[in-house]
């Protein structure tokens, strides 16, 4: 069993290896900058669950861009639900982990992490697969009414809470 | 003193001067004061490691920023939380786990383990970033050092390491800031001195978070892979050299020796009743109970 995991990690690190020295040939063609600190439209994100379609995404390379948000100042935070253009789609999503600074106790990210959702509030993808803010449960609560989408949904396939 | 020419009167002698005048007021008590004050010298001197344990009791230099009377007040409620939870000794680098009910989690109690990248602020202020790697997700939490809301500080592994903050481990490979949730707390022997790691990070390729290759830093081995001749240039534009011979620089960003001396002096007592307490409890923990085998 444990040489089996050792086999897994060797050879997933040796992926991963791969994929720097290609971001490496990249970055040196690209013009390229660092993630965006702030959630505004035409911003890049992550997608962390396992739904085909985010999975597909970001093995090519080219993540999902922010293009609207559902808010009224127009940036995103925690919990707040955004429109997002993915390989040539329109889907929408709710954040799960930003980059930017937090309050106290609030995690902070290394990336900014998204969760797609289709109108209803059900996740496209069945598990999540990065930490996920605690105070999530609080903030998709309160923006979940009786008649709207029920965001609730997406706590349900977090695997972690921090 | 008095006849010292205006420009010699520094704040903090002027403050000496002003007190003394209250002080003796009455001429008879006078000198019964001087007496009652050498002899609370020589019992309250406090170790000077302590500046490095408790660098919080230090208020912040800046002289706008000052205001005795408030900095006295938050000692007294720092002495205060210190007597609710243990804050123990530890420094950048060291790995930490901290216990604070959540409103949000589902047992309302969070456990977050990671290193120390960086410790600032003063007084009840004072705050330091914990880092750790899960599920190959880089997190960072803030706390807040005298938040009323933290139930539990604990001090996995008591080290320091070779620059002031780690902010680079955001930059550096994650198998440098990746620590184990159930890490078991290492136990280190009364009175060794605290080991600097001299651990040597390996940052990622750019694009960075900041301009590393300009801040002098000792913990990071392969800066110069990244760097192009411009960069390389500019930082050796950026460098400030004379820095270290500039003395007014220097007052201005520390607190003195006479005036930390003063300020450990008053709170010594009581922190070094809590030292003795915690070892105390610490040998009443260190005793197992031999479980049942069979």
């Known amino acids: 069993m444990s040489f089996l995991l050792k086999t897994l990690k060797s050879t997933s690190v040796a992926n991963a290896v791969n994929a720097v020295g290609q971001a490496q040939m990249q970055a040196k063609l690209l013009h390229t900058t660092p993630v965006c600190y702030e959630i505004r439209k035409l911003a890049r994100l992550r997608v962390v669950d396992n739904s085909d379609l985010g999975k597909r995404a970001m093995a090519e390379g080219r993540p999902p861009r922010c293009i609207h948000v559902y808010n009224k100042r127009g940036i995103g935070l925690v919990g707040d639900k955004v429109l997002v253009a993915i390989k040539g789609q329109m889907k929408k999503g709710i954040l799960v982990g930003l980059k930017q600074k937090q309050k106290p106790k609030i995690p902070k990210f290394d990336s900014n992490n998204l969760v797609l959702i289709d109108d209803n509030g059900t996740p496209l993808g069945t598990r999540i697969h990065v930490p996920v803010p605690t105070i999530l449960r609080t903030i998709l609560k309160e923006k979940t009414q009786a008649k709207g989408a029920d965001y609730t949904k997406v706590l349900a396939i977090a695997s972690r809470f921090i | 003193m008095m006849l010292a020419p205006s420009r010699l009167v520094t704040p903090s002698l002027l403050r000496q001067t002003v007190f003394t005048r209250v002080v003796t007021f009455s001429t008879k008590a006078a000198p019964k004061e001087k007496e009652q004050y050498s002899n609370k010298q020589t019992t309250n001197v406090a170790p000077t490691t302590y500046r490095f344990i408790y660098p919080e009791f230090l208020p912040d230099p800046k002289v706008e920023w000052r205001n ?92 320091k390491r070779l620059d002031d903050h780690l902010l680079y481990l955001r930059d550096a490979l994650p198998e440098y800031s990746t620590f184990d949730t159930n890490m078991e707390p290492e136990v280190m022997e009364d009175g060794a001195p605290v080991p600097v790691n001299d651990i040597q990070v390996r940052l990622r390729p750019r694009p960075w978070l900041e301009r590393w290759e300009r801040q002098n830093l000792k913990g990071v081995s392969n800066i110069d892979e990244y760097l192009t001749d411009k960069r390389r240039r500019t930082a050796k534009e950026h460098e400030k050299p004379w820095e270290k011979y500039d003395l007014m620089k220097q007052y201005r960003s520390t607190i003195p020796e006479e005036e930390q001396k003063e300020i450990y002096a008053e709170v010594y007592s009581q922190l070094h009743q809590m030292e003795l307490q915690r070892k105390r409890n610490k040998r009443k923990r260190s005793f197992v109970k031999p479980t049942k085998l069979a």
């Open chain 2, 68 to 159: 005795p009377i408030r900095e006295k007040l938050e000692r007294l409620d720092m002495i205060d939380r210190r007597s609710q939870i243990d804050i123990p000794e530890f420094y950048v680098g060291s790995i930490l786990a901290v216990t604070s009910s959540d409103p949000h989690a589902a047992g309302k109690v969070s456990r977050f383990v990671g290193i120390c990248i960086q410790r600032e602020r003063c007084g009840l202020r004072a705050r330091f970033i914990l880092r750790n790697v899960v599920d190959e997700q880089g997190v960072e939490v803030l706390y807040e050092m005298y938040d009323p809301t933290i139930q539990k500080i604990e001090v996995l592994r008591l080290e």
